[in-house]
């Protein structure tokens, strides 16, 4: 059986959100760089949590690994146009140049958990339980995960209930 974002979840998820932009130190786990704003208006919405997120910040240092992603959580009545956005980035991104992967997600087993941990994003085995979309940018182009990152702004903020 999914399990929708709901009230509940959405107040839980916000306290790990406030957690990691105010009390986190370790800088691994910190918001990317440029991220904080956005994840903060997206979070705003009721229907809409972010979940994880990443940002690459330069390509030339993170060639092994030039992706962008958010994992989106979402309440029934957004699940449609949060799928129409995901095939809007497929659209207009993936291709020679980037390659835009969308899984819809739930029930995922949390392969960080560590019980002792602080962030809710690894102490709790049931994190990634909530019905989401992965959304994920792979290229070497930074001009991309530039455009990703505003499309996914422009759609996401334009969202209500």
């Known amino acids: 059986m999914s399990i929708y974002l709901n009230p509940e979840l959405k107040a839980y998820y916000m306290a790990d ?3 990691l932009l105010n009390s986190v130190e370790d800088d691994f ?3 990317d760089s440029g991220l904080t704003e956005l994840l903060v208006r997206i979070n705003q919405n009721e229907g809409l949590q972010t979940l994880y997120s990443k940002k690459i ?3 030339k240092t993170d060639f092994l690994n030039p992706i ?3 994992r989106l959580a979402f309440v029934p009545d957004l699940e449609k146009p949060v799928q129409q956005i995901c095939i809007e980035l497929i659209q207009a991104l993936d291709g ?3 390659q835009v992967n969308v899984s819809p997600e739930d029930g995922l087993e949390n392969r960080i958990y ?3 941990s602080p962030m809710g994003c690894k102490n709790n085995p049931d994190y990634f339980k909530v019905k989401h979309f992965y959304i994920e940018l792979r ?3 930074e001009e991309l995960h530039h455009r990703f990152w505003q499309m996914l702004e422009e759609k996401l903020l334009a969202l209500t209930l």
């Open 17 to 19: 959100f406030d957690y």
């Open 29 to 31: 786990w910190k918001i």
């Open 57 to 59: 910040q330069d390509v």
């Open 68 to 70: 962008s992603y958010l």
């Open 96 to 98: 020679r140049e980037a």
């Open 114 to 116: 560590k019980a002792d």
């Open 139 to 141: 290229s070497e182009q």
